[in-house]
């Protein structure tokens, strides 16, 4: 019948009143794929589309696509708000405006990713091309301006601190996470579990503790801290650990207090140093452990940390 070819010539509010051929979808979906290649980003209509395709009866077949477009036009809605770059002085000024607000931007650049990923193995040939149109987009729009202009921003404001101590003053840091979290709850008889879990993005976590108030009838409030530099993962966990000092010795071994800490066993040690009711364990350890085992593990503890090495072990 040349669905598509009618449909063409169709204008886009009377297609999105249209539900009873899949072709209606492909014209739509190519036509803003198409303004988008041009830069001309409709962000009202397409989440006006996005919104209205929801209820469709063929929606399970273009879900990924319509996700693509609406993380595209949450990208662009941001970009419209924050044309004129990042502007503040103050490390910790741009620290709380990224924790409070600017990590969207990277949290909808991922679920771009995860949606375009999804589309391609799933979209036909009238699409693939659409699609990735709209990677490139968002990649202008991530790489070419967002992590630029803030990462610009960020080293103008902590420059000067970086160099003179090596952290930002006026920002919580990693180091002092067992004295700030840990030994407050142990002071007042309340045990502690301590996941570590490697790699996870803040706009990652914010989506974690959201999921975690949503679905269960728990509290969780979302804290955050500057990583011990380097950001590398054996610096990370070490200043995880209670202690006065951290060292490297001449095999770039991180020490707390002289003592290495490698190992979940290594940790363990540091661990009961400062209180000898601890214990370290991997997540794996534990998820392979028999039913009764963990209750055994964490019996009489009053500090529990899980080691749920997923990034490093990938």
Known sequence: ?????????????????????????????????????????????????????????????????????????????????HAAGFHMAEAAEVW????????????????????????????????????????????????GWYLQELTACWVNAAGED???RGWVSGIHRQRDFYARYVRPLTNKGVRAFVIISDALRYETAAELCS???????????????????PAVTKFGMAALLPGRSLSVNENMEVLADGLPTRSAAERERVLRAANGRSVAASYREVLAMKRAAPRELVSGREVVYLYHDVIDAT
């Open 96 to 143: 709380r405006r990224y924790t409070e607000e600017l990590y969207v931007m990277d949290s909808r650049y991922r679920r771009f990713h995860l949606a375009f990923g999804a589309a391609l193995q799933d979209c036909g040939p009238c699409l693939e091309d659409g699609l990735k149109h709209a990677a490139d987009y968002a990649e202008g729009l991530y790489r």
């Open 162 to 164: 970086l160099t003179a």
């Open 1 to 81: 019948l040349g669905l598509p070819a009618r449909l063409e010539r169709q204008e886009t509010e009377a297609l999105l009143t249209a539900d009873l051929f899949p072709a209606i979808h492909e014209v739509l979906l190519c036509r803003f794929f198409s303004e988008i290649a041009e830069q001309g980003v409709k962000t009202d209509l397409i989440l006006q589309t996005v919104e209205n395709r929801r209820t469709s009866g063929w929606q399970e077949h273009f879900a990924c696509c319509y996700d693509v477009l609406e993380q595209v036009a949450r990208m662009r809605q941001f970009y419209q708000k």
């Open 211 to 229: 999921l975690l108030v949503g679905s269960t009838r728990g509290t969780a409030r979302l804290e955050a801290m500057q990583a011990q530099f």
